[in-house]
């Protein structure tokens, strides 16, 4: 028997879609007030399902609530930041092993290979915004290519939760983590899993220290 859900269950699914894609974006920045009227207006949704997704991601940690003062993004402390990456480096590492190890599955070393010329391509690519959209496909490819959903599902939390520090972070570090990724890809391609996962442990411990080095203002 199918369960069936319900309009009020899908819209505020779309609604916690949305600011979670937001946040990734960087479009929503730590600290940035979410408006339900502003919710409503451009989704084009009623109060209930808005405020039905506010209480999930507040219950997710993606946004904080205060009485009387409404919702906002998640502002992380350094300590934060720290402890996901630290989570962060060692699913990630794990998930390019996979990757590595499952390079013979149909399809894989196809879609593994015009990732890496697309890396490739972003050498001579000066756009910051075209970069960072390929950094959030490249890692979801890998995590994809890890053939364990789970893993891929809560890296992608992980990934969404960074995304305005990820934006800044890149900016100054954008062909140190580029060279990164085509590390990574090689070792995969390889079929080396402890490469790759060496690698992409020197990839995540590169960004959190690019991240650390941004203003206290970006940090509660």
Sequence with gaps: MH?????????????????KEAIRS??????????????????????????????????????DVEPHRGARVHQMSRDEMAQLFHVRGLLAADAARLAAEQIGR??????????????????????????????????????EMSGNPLLASLLEGLQTRVGP??????????????????????AILAGDGRAAARAMRRHVTATLRAIMALPDAWFR
Excluded: C, K, W
């Design 165 to 186: 520090f990820l934006s800044l972070a890149q900016s100054s570090n954008r062909d140190r983590l580029l060279e990164h990724h085509l590390q990574i890809a090689d």
């Design 3 to 19: 369960e069936t859900r319900s309009p009020s269950r899908s819209a505020s699914a779309q609604v916690v879609a949305h600011v």
């Design 106 to 143: 149909e399809g894989h070393r196809s879609r593994m290979r015009a990732e890496h010329r697309r890396q490739l391509a972003l050498r001579a690519n000066a756009d910051l915004a075209a970069y960072a959209a390929a950094n959030v496909e490249f890692h979801t490819l890998v995590d």
């Design 26 to 63: 960087g479009r929503l920045s730590p600290g940035q007030r979410l408006l339900e009227s502003e919710l409503t207006g451009r989704l084009g949704m009623s109060r209930g399902p808005v405020r039905e997704a506010l209480a999930q991601l507040q219950v997710e940690g993606f946004i």
